[in-house]
């Protein structure tokens, strides 16, 4: 059985250091990540939305970074 997006989404946030639109849509072809992160945050995750500007080509983007779980 496939995951969720929700899933992927948690799993990604768990073992790395953020998600980005771009990420999400060349590693699990979500390309509604933000409605996603949206309804992640509704059931109660803490999920940071961090701006960000790519230090060469100066185009701005979000990184999404979970907090609050450290255990």
């Known amino acids: 059985m496939s995951k969720s997006q929700h899933e992927l989404i948690m799993t990604h946030l768990r073992t790395t250091k ?3 639109l771009r990420e999400a849509m060349i590693d ?3 390309s509604c990540l933000t ?9 109660g995750h803490d999920i940071l939305s961090v701006k960000k500007k790519h230090p060469v080509t100066g185009q701005r983007y ?3 970074v979970l907090q609050g779980e450290d255990g």
């Open 18 to 20: 953020g998600i980005t």
């Open 28 to 30: 699990y072809s979500i």
């Open 35 to 43: 409605k996603r992160i949206q309804e992640l945050r509704n059931l």
């Open 62 to 64: 979000v990184r999404y």
